[in-house]
T-cell receptor, first 115, second 108 residues
């Protein structure tokens, strides 16, 4: 079945530690996105990528990094510089950029907790 | 002021009731999306619309571009409709801006 997978479902981070969240899609989509969701708030865009080897900062990129070495994969690293990383992280993809009125397809999410 | 406002924040209904969730936005948009987030966290896109009305099963979405307002209606609601419903808009930045969601609980 085509879709988006995220792993792990739950992730625990110690102080000062970098952690990487995985996102894989087999939908052959060009565009991929990372969002952060906090209780009572709307999703906020962290990074997005239109094509391989290219990515752009979203509204809250500080403390995060990404790579797009393969079309199917868009991993997100939460660095130690992110002082409040506890949140629910959602990965999404779309055939083209959302500005072209594309529907986004979401993964199941990863919940990150700080120990 | 948030660019996308949803109301109500929480809604409890009895099975079979007609439900309306509202979304207002303050920016020019090219499209508006309605999304459903299940209790486990996964999100599904329900509708994308730029004008008029769309219907899928018991769900109906409408948009009034002049008034910058959209509604999501659920007819003959069922407990399995219980979820968070999220409104999002595609603005000039060609990115999605999300509302904070409406938590719907349908009681049997």
């Amino acid at each position: 079945d085509g879709g988006i997978t995220q792993s792990p479902k739950y992730l625990f981070r110690k102080e000062g530690q970098n952690v990487t969240l995985s996102c894989e899609q087999n939908l052959n989509h060009d565009a991929m996105y990372w969002y952060r969701q906090d209780p009572g708030q709307g999703l906020r865009l962290i990074y997005y990528s239109q094509i391989v080897n290219d990515f752009q900062k979203g509204d809250i990129a500080e403390g995060y990094s990404v790579s797009r070495e393969k079309k199917e994969s868009f991993p997100l690293t939460v660095t130690s510089a992110q002082k409040n990383p506890t949140a629910f992280y959602l990965c999404a993809s779309s055939p083209g950029l959302v500005g072209l009125q594309e529907t986004q397809y979401f993964g199941p999410g990863t919940r990150l907790l700080v120990l | 002021k948030n660019e996308v406002e949803q109301s109500p924040q929480n809604l409890t209904a009895q099975e079979g009731e007609f439900i309306t969730i509202n979304c207002s936005y303050s920016v020019g948009i090219s499209a508006l999306h309605w999304l459903q987030q299940h209790p486990g966290g996964g999100i599904v896109s329900l509708f994308m619309l730029s004008s008029g009305k769309k219907k899928h099963g018991r769900l109906i979405a409408t948009i009034n571009i002049q008034e910058k307002h959209s509604s999501l209606h659920i007819t003959a609601s069922h407990p399995r409709d219980s979820a968070v419903y999220i409104c999002a808009v595609t603005g000039s930045a060609r990115q999605l801006t999300f509302g904070s969601g409406t938590q719907l609980t349908v009681l049997p």
